[in-house]
């Protein structure tokens, strides 16, 4: 398992689950829930935030944000 704060520009992974509980309450009402496939659609200049696309939308994080988010590559 990885944190989503590692994850480079393009790639495809799936939501495994949470370090933080209440960051994962304000992610599950944005839809960011485990077994959600999602990918990095953006990466700021600096690095920080990152563009995602959850659920059919595009949500903006901080790498603090994301960096509490366990993902899993999604194999295809």
Same mark, same amino acid.
């Given at each position: 398992?990885?944190? +989503? $704060?590692? *994850?480079?520009? @393009?790639? %495809? =992974?799936?939501?495994?689950?949470?370090? /933080?509980? /209440? %960051?994962? #309450?304000?992610?599950?009402?944005?839809?960011?829930?485990? @077994?959600?496939? #999602?990918? *990095?659609?953006? =990466?700021?200049?600096? @690095? /920080?935030?990152?563009? #995602?696309?959850?659920? @059919?939308? $595009? +949500? $903006? %994080?901080?790498?603090?944000?994301?960096?509490?988010?366990?993902?899993? /590559? #999604?194999?295809?």
């Amino acid at each position: 398992m990885k944190r +989503l $704060s590692q *994850i480079k520009q @393009g790639k %495809l =992974v799936r939501i495994v689950s949470f370090e /933080d509980n /209440d %960051l994962f #309450i304000k992610l599950m009402e944005m839809g960011c829930l485990p @077994g959600e496939n #999602i990918r *990095i659609e953006q =990466v700021a200049p600096l @690095g /920080d935030p990152i563009s #995602i696309s959850v659920a @059919g939308y $595009s +949500l $903006s %994080l901080r790498l603090s944000e994301a960096n509490n988010i366990f993902v899993e /590559d #999604i194999y295809q």
